[in-house]
């Protein structure tokens, strides 16, 4: 920028910080909230997985977000307002009085499970409750989790810690591995 004077001027670029954040959604408007947060330019990812109905004369498959009423949000801080004003958010998910910062890792993790929700089988022989255990085989490689129950002969809990959410996968015993 130059002035009268002929001086000039650098216009200051601020760079601010990009985080993911959950925001919780009106009730089945997940959807809705994606595409809306889409069309304003932000990154935007509901994390859905497939369920087969089966009726009398035929199947279908339904999708289903993994974890109702929240959306994930990438965004910066100037962004809050713009996600704010869409018509089918509620709010920001906070940790007191500041927002819910998702790690990336976690994003990925909900990534990974999605794509493979109805194929996941996690015997827990050696295991026990309250165990971190790791992933070690499979497209999930590399997912770590606390064991927070064992309800039957397979279920493995993964704690995201950031927003408090637990999912529940099946997984075969031989893909787990404690970790100390």
């Not at 920001?92 to 493979?116: H, M, N, P």
Request: glycine fraction near 6%.
């Amino acid at each position: 920028m130059i002035d009268m004077s002929g001086t000039v001027y650098k216009k200051m670029v601020s760079y601010e910080p990009i985080y993911w954040h959950a925001v919780y959604t009106k009730s089945r408007c997940e959807k809705k909230a994606y595409e809306t947060l889409l069309k304003d330019g932000i990154e935007v990812y509901v994390p859905i997985f497939e369920k087969t109905r089966i009726y009398k004369r035929k199947k279908r498959v339904i999708k289903f977000p993994l974890i109702p009423s929240y959306v994930f949000v990438k965004i910066c801080r100037s962004d809050i307002i713009k996600v704010l004003q869409n018509s089918h958010v509620i709010n920001f998910v906070k940790c007191g009085k500041t927002l819910a910062k998702i790690k990336e890792s976690e994003i990925e993790t909900l990534k990974k499970v999605t794509g493979e929700i109805s194929d996941i089988d996690v015997a827990l022989e050696n295991i026990k409750k309250g165990d971190r255990v790791e992933i070690i085989s499979g497209s999930l490689v590399g997912i770590k989790g606390i064991l927070l129950k064992k309800a039957g002969k397979r279920n493995f809990s993964i704690r995201l810690e950031s927003i408090g959410v637990n999912l529940d996968v099946q997984i075969d015993k031989s893909y787990l591995r404690k970790v100390k």
